[in-house]
């Protein structure tokens, strides 16, 4: 258990991100960070200020982005290459695949506009495939913190990994839910509330409306787990396989798709004593405009949706 | 000028690596001859001449490094390391064989000397611009060379790192690009035509010399005159695809198939003609 409270204070993972950024750059002369047209929205344009010689904007032309961190990998560097989640991954698959995870060189794609709340830019910029196809590769950690606290935490214990690293974040304020530093560690997650008739596993923006949904359920008599993985891979398998134990049944949350996520991890996790599951994502379907808030409504990423596919999956078995 | 010996010897070791490429690809059973061939020359020239490098210490900092963009010609690159020294020749005849340590394409973690891990083309010279911007960085004076195809510059994002070395102004890289006019479906210019080749690069802001790829005496020179004036430069290297055995020069066939047994036979035999005719 660790502590985890919902609260009303808002806060941003990019502005966390870009602070961490700047503490880690003061501390390590090895920080290189590389944008691609997209640092005032990445937030990583405040790095460039602090420390304009380890700041290297590559313009629009992301694919060269991940292949030129590589290459400043390969002579020590510790780079932190970030513009959205659907360039990150989709556009820069392949020099992701051969330049960085195949020779696992050091670089940190952090990937903000992650997920459907992205709003009124709509599909074309909602990535919902982002942690499927970095998961997929060998060699590669995919992370997504549900707060800033969790984001500033994340930045230095990364930059420690010696190795490629994703990290997606959303592009909207998340509420904060944990008040201190300290809990992240690479491959762990977190029992948040614990319960007994379901587990309720979440990640990234998602790990908070999963908070919501057990004080929904708890309402209606039903005793939900809360686990937070902020780690997709190398996911904690230990804790999954106990939740199953504990509670014969798993509902997982993530703002993706279902296909290849959170979902998937957990699922191969207890594929050997296999509990009834629900998973709570986008269902193979692309994104529209919209406001974040109407639509995590309309594609079931909410608490109260949350809570629903727990009920029934209690009632149901 | 570089005197007479120097030359000689960069000779041998082209014609060794030549008969390294044939002999590895032979007994792998697969492979890529062709373009291995071609970029012979230059390899050698690379490796035991212009290069800063210790084989003894393959991750040394200050050395320069070397990406092979066109991995496919990894027994060119495989046989010059192992001459060098990097690690025992007898593994060449190892080549892409499972459980040994030389893989079909250049793999960083696990073949000593090789700087980058390449085979899908159009990644290295962008690999190169981050090695040459970490270069600058850290105040060291060690170069990057990136070996391209020009069947592979067809890709888009040889462009994109191409438009960033010039704005970076990255002088310590010196890309090579193996014209050996041929790529799989056809000559380059009529699969997807790349000329006016020189005129592309410098209007990308770089420096462009053109040389024959094959003239040991004309490689080692214009490396020599490379200039340290904030713009990368790029050796248009005009060479023959399978340079050096009679029945491959030039041709489609042999850029990605082996030699047969008699194939094999003839081919060294030129190739240990040609090393006579080195020593007369
Ligand atoms: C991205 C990518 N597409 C296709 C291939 C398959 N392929 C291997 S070699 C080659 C032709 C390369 O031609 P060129 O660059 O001219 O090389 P060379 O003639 O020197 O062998 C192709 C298409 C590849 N390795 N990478
Ligand atoms: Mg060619």
Not at chain 1, 43 to 61: N, Q
Request: glycine residues 8%; negative net charge; proline residues 4%.
């Amino acid at each position: 258990m660790i502590n985890a409270k919902l609260t009303d204070k808002m806060r941003n993972l990019r502005d966390a991100y870009s602070s961490a950024l700047i503490e880690l750059g003061y501390k390590n002369p090895d920080i290189v960070v590389l944008d691609a047209d997209l640092a005032l929205s990445t937030k990583t344009k405040r790095f460039g200020t602090v420390f304009p010689d380890r700041f290297f904007d590559m313009g629009i032309a992301e694919a060269n982005m991940m292949d030129v961190a590589a290459g400043l990998a390969a002579c020590g560097k510790i780079v932190f290459a970030s513009t959205f989640a659907v360039f990150a991954t989709g556009r820069c698959y392949d020099s992701i695949r051969q330049s960085i995870a195949y020779p696992e060189l050091n670089v940190k794609i952090v990937a903000t506009h992650a997920g459907i709340s992205v709003g009124g830019d709509g599909a074309s910029h909602q990535m919902l495939e982002d942690i499927a196809l970095m998961r997929v590769l060998p060699n590669m950690t995919v992370i997504a913190p549900a707060d800033a606290t969790e984001m500033e935490d994340v930045v230095p214990t990364i930059a420690e990994h010696e190795g490629p690293c994703y990290v997606r974040i959303g592009r909207a304020d998340a509420p904060i839910i944990f008040e201190t530093h300290g809990a992240f560690r690479i491959g762990k997650g977190y029992v948040l509330r614990r319960g007994d008739d379901v587990a309720i596993i979440a990640t990234g923006t998602l790990t908070a409306e999963a908070l919501k949904a057990h004080e929904l359920l708890e309402k209606k008599g039903i005793e939900a787990m809360v686990i937070h993985m902020p780690t997709i891979k190398p996911i904690d398998k230990r804790l999954v396989r106990r939740a199953a134990r504990r509670t014969g049944r798993i509902i997982t949350c993530e703002e993706h798709s279902v296909i290849g996520g959170l979902g998937d991890a957990v699922a191969m996790a207890i594929q050997d004593e296999p509990v009834p599951m629900v998973r709570v994502g986008i269902n193979d379907v692309f994104g529209e405009s919209g406001e974040a808030r109407e639509l995590m409504e309309k594609y079931g990423l909410t608490a109260e949706s949350i809570a629903r596919k727990a009920k029934k999956l209690v009632a149901k078995s | 000028m570089h005197d007479e010996n120097l030359i000689k010897e960069i000779k041998r070791k082209a014609l060794e690596i030549r008969k390294w490429v044939i002999e590895s690809v032979y007994r792998a059973g697969s492979g890529h001859p062709g373009g291995s061939l071609s970029i012979a020359d230059i390899i050698a020239c690379l490796y035991f001449h212009e290069m800063r490098h210790n084989p003894k210490d393959p991750k040394w900092p200050d050395r320069d490094r070397l990406v092979l963009s066109k991995g496919h010609a990894a027994p060119a690159l495989y046989a010059a390391l192992a001459l060098a020294g990097y690690f025992p020749v007898e593994e060449l005849k190892n080549l892409r064989k499972m459980g040994h340590f030389l893989q079909g394409h250049p793999c960083m973690k696990k073949v000593p000397g090789v700087d980058m891990s390449t085979g899908s083309l159009g990644h290295g010279l962008s690999v190169a611009v981050g090695m040459a911007i970490a270069g600058k960085l850290d105040g060291k004076d060690y170069r990057v060379f990136a070996i391209l195809g020009d069947g592979e510059v067809q890709e888009g994002e040889i462009w994109e790192a191409a438009n960033t070395a010039s704005h970076y102004k990255l002088d310590n890289l010196i890309a090579i690009l193996d014209r050996n006019k041929l790529q799989i479906d056809g000559p380059t210019e009529e699969v997807m035509h790349l000329e006016p080749l020189p005129w592309r690069w410098q209007a990308f802001g770089w420096d462009v010399v053109e040389i024959d790829g094959h003239n040991i005496e004309e490689i080692l020179d214009t490396f020599h005159e490379i200039k340290l004036n904030e713009k990368p430069t790029i050796i248009i290297a005009h060479t023959i695809k399978g340079k050096g055995v009679s029945f491959m020069e030039g041709t489609l066939s042999f850029h990605g198939k082996p030699p047969s047994e008699e194939q094999y036979i003839r081919a060294m035999s030129e190739l240990e003609q040609a090393e006579r005719e080195v020593d007369d």
